[in-house]
């Protein structure tokens, strides 16, 4: 086996998303494409399916934040909440809870309460990471406010910079027009040079056809 065929194996077991089919690949040739004979892509799954992500399936219309309860967790604050006063005890609780561990570890290291507080510790940082991402709707309006803010003041930047250029052109159009003089020197006009006749074509004399089938043999009887 060489190199190359132990590289594509490798590979291929650490990826995490399966390889395209090369069967498939391998009819879009540019020969194919120019004659229109690639086969067609998969048609799109209707809206009701189901599909599955990261091994994990979702369907179609389940909501962008999902509720506790329906990953089957169990919810330790209300649903009428202070996000921010939730967020703070959810942090102080990590910290308590992360403590306890610690003197868990040293003291009974082998006893049942070490993973009863990983648990515990989990729980929470599950609860603390749904809390921020219910700040996410929230965070795309507020990025997109501050983008079109941004958009807004360059906009007006560059009407501002174009309303001075015009008015400094207007300012040198009305500078030039004052430094005229009131008459202007024949000399310092520009002489165009006279048009030229047209040269007269020439008339060509008509041949009748009978004399010039005439001519035409007398030339070729003397080659």
């Not at 209300?78 to 967020?87: A, I, S």
């Not at 007006?156 to 009305?174: M, N, P």
């Not at 048009?195 to 030339?219: G, H, N, Q, V, Y």
């Amino acid at each position: 086996m060489n190199d190359s065929t132990r590289e594509n194996r490798e590979s291929t077991a650490q990826s995490s998303l399966p390889l395209p089919p090369f069967t498939y690949i391998n009819y879009y040739t540019d020969e194919n494409v120019r004659r229109g004979r690639v086969p067609k892509p998969p048609p799109i799954p209707p809206v009701h399916d189901t599909y599955t992500m990261f091994g994990t399936q979702f369907h179609a219309d389940d909501a962008i934040i999902r509720p506790l309860e329906s990953q089957g967790i169990r919810r330790l604050y209300p649903n009428n909440l202070d996000h921010r006063r939730e967020l703070k005890k959810l942090n102080h609780s990590i910290l308590v809870n992360y403590l306890d561990l610690l003197e868990i570890m040293i003291l009974s290291p082998d006893s049942s309460k070490r993973q009863d507080k990983i648990d515990d510790i989990s729980l929470l940082f599950i609860h603390m990471h749904h809390l921020i991402n219910e700040f996410r709707p929230h965070q795309a309006r507020e990025t997109l406010r501050v983008m079109m803010e941004i958009q807004k003041r360059l906009t007006y930047d560059t009407c501002d910079r174009f309303q001075k250029y015009l008015e400094k052109s207007f300012d040198i159009i009305k500078t030039a027009l004052t430094e005229l003089p009131d008459q202007i020197d024949p000399v310092l006009i520009p002489v165009l040079p006279e048009p030229r006749e047209k040269p007269k074509k020439r008339k060509t004399p008509i041949i009748p056809s009978a004399e010039r089938d005439k001519i035409m043999c007398e030339i070729a009887d003397n080659l």
